[in-house]
């Protein structure tokens, strides 16, 4: 039925396959991770910004 080498081959794209799948998912996992933090760094300084502005305007 099927020789030897041709199973191996099958089995080496198969994993090889499988790793480029798992690495463009893990690249993928790692952009939304980037964005939520930089999402949360931008909402963390417009929240600061808006607490001077209120504190700034109470202290005239």
């Not at 081959?9 to 998912?25: A, I, P, Q």
């Not at 980037?34 to 760094?41: G, N, S, T, V, W």
């Amino acid at each position: 039925m099927f020789g030897g080498k041709r199973i191996a081959d099958l089995g080496y794209k198969v994993f090889s396959g499988s790793m480029m799948l798992l690495t463009v998912y893990g690249g993928y996992l790692c952009v939304l991770r980037a964005q939520r933090f930089m999402q949360k760094q931008k909402q963390l300084k417009l929240a600061e910004q808006s607490d001077s502005a209120a504190t700034d305007t109470m202290k005239d």
